[in-house]
T-cell receptor, first 112, second 115 residues
Framework: GQQLNQSPQSMFIQEGEDVSMNCTSSSIFNTWLWYKQDPGEGPVLLIA?????ELTSNGRLTAQFGITRKDSFLNISASIPSDVGIYFC????????????FGKGTKLSVIP | EAGVVQSPRYKIIEKKQPVAFWCNPISGHNTLYWYLQNLGQGPELLIR????????DSQLPKDRFSAERLKGVDSTLKIQPAELGDSAVYLC?????????????FGPGTRLLVL
């Protein structure tokens, strides 16, 4: 089946720094989703991308749908302690958009 | 508006025992999903319901796992008997259903530890 590869696997950054993470696939996706999961909680949708080349922002978060439709990027500017968590990319893997495949996540730690 | 509710939040059982998880989706959401999340992994779909019908259960290990959504609202996922490898987080999610309404909202999950 389709697989999503996320990198880096984990990262430690200083508060105030910008963060970049990406997600790649061996096959084309028509939608890219970015979720954040806090410890002990379920994933929460941050940004949804529906068109190749699309650049979408949500506060300090910006995500891009890669031109090849096989990758996506998530950037966080001016990180703060509450950005700590695991960031997952996901995309529909079935005929319908309901069947999501998730990456393994990027674990972000922010040092105050 | 209340989010997806799951209970219990944590469960510790011995292997070979049965266990059940309960989920109440967001009000009005017709589609309900059960996911399995192993440590260090993303969620993996187990089963999807459209109202009371299980429309995708291809990933559900049917020898020991079962699920129901009898009235098309809340749902129960059961494991009988549980094995050590079943230790994981079981997530429930719901969406409105229908074209353009597929955004999935996740509950907090049930953390299962099988000893």
């Amino acid at each position: 089946g389709q697989q999503l590869n996320q990198s880096p696997q984990s990262m430690f950054i200083q508060e105030g720094e910008d963060v970049s993470m990406n997600c790649t696939s061996s096959s084309i996706f028509n939608t890219w989703l970015w979720y954040k999961q806090d410890p002990g909680e379920g994933p929460v949708l941050l940004i949804a991308l529906y068109k190749a080349g699309e650049l979408t922002s949500n506060g300090r978060l910006t995500a891009q749908f890669g031109i090849t439709r096989k990758d996506s990027f998530l950037n966080i500017s001016a990180s703060i302690p509450s950005d700590v968590g695991i960031y997952f990319c996901a995309g529909p893997s079935g005929a319908g958009s309901y069947q999501l495949t998730f990456g393994k996540g990027t674990k972000l730690s922010v040092i105050p | 508006e209340a989010g997806v509710v799951q209970s219990p939040r944590y469960k510790i059982i011995e292997k070979k025992q049965p266990v059940a998880f309960w989920c109440n989706p967001i009000s009005g959401h017709n589609t309900l999903y059960w996911y399995l999340q192993n440590l260090g992994q993303g969620p993996e779909l187990l089963i999807r319901y459209e109202n009371e019908e299980a429309v995708d259960d291809s990933q559900l290990p049917k020898d020991r796992f079962s699920a129901e959504r009898l009235k098309g609202v809340d749902s129960t996922l059961k494991i009988q008997p549980a094995e050590l490898g079943d230790s994981a987080v079981y997530l429930c999610a719901s969406s409105l259903g229908g074209a353009g309404q597929e955004t999935q909202y996740f509950g907090p999950g049930t953390r299962l530890l099988v000893l």
